[in-house]
């Protein structure tokens, strides 16, 4: 079908497919605007690689750019969904996101292209798709590139030796977070509408917060981790970054759902997420906690302010929204426990172990010291914690609120002239608030929550009991359209 050929035939007027439409689209918009001939795939695949050219160099995003691959790929969508508007199959109504170009972190499997995992130890093409990969192109996206992150996800900072730092489109200057530093920028910039990261002390979600936009860590075992069964001991989760609460719930309708070779399994859905967001919330019970897991931890007074703030949209949104004074069950043992004992795996994993970083080395040689008999009571030591946070903050809330990040963000480099543990002993204010649900499994959802006065943006976390990330999402939609997120100046 020609490009517009419904919509001109509707009487509606079409804007020129560029960049700065491309940019100003959702994810929900692109998908329904290819399937009805709105736009091509190739129009949004070339808008948004010409949008990762212009911005990219001063960001530095982007690992690899599949140029050539990705407009061939849209090609094969369009001229797929051509023969399904003659009639030879159903109007591409599975293609939940046709034409829909998506960034993946190099943690992901992309055949083709090394799984570097941000750096320069696995430099053969993996040999087939990530389960993720398949299912978000079985749905229509468009992978337009792989995007940057410190190697292993090792801390909250995107920078690497291989790749050298990404920048906050907020303030050059600062860090994106990380570890899915370079998803968050791309999300944020417009470069593309959603993107892939994954989760172990709060890899999503810390960019997402530095960043501006949506990222939800789903519930241990709700997005598959295949062709791995697991990954760092039960702490990783897939998953994704959006603008929008509907782009969100639209990328986790088209990647959940667990294989039998998953170590994990959550329950399988009721109804699609995008069910649930359109539908809303109703009243919830919120409770809500400016304390930190780490004891003594103070919030910068700007973030206190940002949570003071949600807190009250909350309540004139007509939830019912008290403090909990409940307190924080301990999560370091374990952690500290998932954490090295897995990056030792994942380091006698890779092709070439001699080729890893300084810093990697050391904390897997580290790691290399814990039995693994350890590793598996931290695992259960997080059941119990599990159970712990649901008795004490969600024995009647249906969500609790809370900060992100205890602090703002940093200066871009803030860890790396440090020793190897000096820098994650400096790091832990940055994750101590998202790791403990790393921990215990939880959902957990980092949304906007405003901006400081020197123009960083500022996350609010939103925790639920596992089974109810549409819930997160809903509320996050609610709240977006009371008061719409801000972007980034320029973007």
Not at 46 to 61: G, H, K, Q, W, Y
Not at 93 to 118: Q, S
Not at 432 to 441: D, K, Q, R
């Amino acid at each position: 079908m020609k490009a517009g050929a419904a919509w001109k035939r509707a009487g509606i007027r079409i804007k020129a497919m560029n960049e700065d439409v491309f940019a100003q689209l959702s994810a929900s918009e692109m998908a329904e605007g290819v399937r009805s001939g709105r736009w091509t795939a190739r129009e949004l695949a070339a808008a948004s690689l010409e949008r990762i050219r212009r911005l990219d160099p001063e960001l530095n995003a982007f690992a690899v750019v599949r140029t050539e691959e990705a407009l061939a790929e849209a090609d094969r969508l369009d001229a797929e969904l051509a023969g399904e508007a003659k009639g030879r199959k159903a109007d591409g109504a599975g293609k939940l996101l046709a034409g829909v170009p998506i960034a993946v972190k190099e943690e992901y499997d992309v055949a083709g292209l090394p799984t570097t995992l941000g750096g320069s130890g696995n430099p053969s093409p993996a040999a087939a798709d990530s389960e993720v990969i398949r299912r978000v192109r079985a749905a229509g996206a468009i992978v337009v590139g792989k995007t940057t992150m410190p190697e292993f996800g090792r801390c909250p900072e995107t920078i690497s030796d291989r790749y050298g730092a990404t920048f906050n489109p907020w303030l050059r200057g600062f860090s994106p977070g990380g570890s899915s530093g370079g998803s968050a920028v791309a999300v944020a910039t417009g470069m593309t509408p959603i993107a892939l990261g994954a989760d172990g002390g709060g890899s999503i979600r810390l960019p997402a917060s530095c960043c501006g936009i949506l990222g939800l860590k789903p519930e241990r075992g709700r997005v598959t981790m295949a062709p791995l069964s697991q990954h760092w001991h039960a702490l990783v989760t897939f998953g994704g970054m959006s603008r929008t609460a509907a782009d969100s719930a639209l990328l986790y309708d088209a990647i959940a759902g667990s294989l039998p070779s998953d170590r994990w399994h959550a329950e399988p859905l009721s109804e699609p997420y995008r069910d649930v967001v359109a539908r809303g919330t109703g009243p919830l019970r919120i409770a809500w906690t400016g304390r930190s897991p780490m004891p003594g931890l103070k919030n910068d007074p700007e973030v206190d302010r940002a949570l003071a703030s949600l807190v009250q949209r909350l309540a004139r949104l007509g939830h019912d929204v008290r403090e909990t004074h409940a307190a924080w069950p301990v999560p370091t043992d374990a952690f500290i426990l998932q954490f090295l004992s897995g990056m030792a795996t994942e380091a006698d994993s890779v092709e070439a172990p001699e080729k890893l970083e300084r810093h990697t080395r050391r904390i897997a040689a580290v790691g290399r010291l814990i039995p693994a008999r350890l590793a598996r009571f931290a695992e259960r030591r997080g059941e119990k914690i599990a159970r712990a946070f649901n008795e004490r903050f969600l024995p009647t809330a249906d969500v609790l609120a809370m900060p992100t990040i205890p602090v703002l963000p940093q200066p871009s480099g803030w860890l790396e002239s440090r020793s190897t543990f000096a820098s994650v002993f400096r790091s832990t204010p940055m994750v101590v608030n998202t790791a403990i649900f790393n921990v215990t499994g939880h959902p957990a959802l980092s949304i906007p929550g405003g901006v400081s006065a020197e123009g960083l943006p500022i996350g609010m976390q939103l925790v639920t009991r596992p089974g109810r990330e549409g819930l997160l999402l809903a509320l996050a939609a609610q709240l977006e359209k009371d008061e719409p997120w801000p972007k980034p100046p320029g973007f």
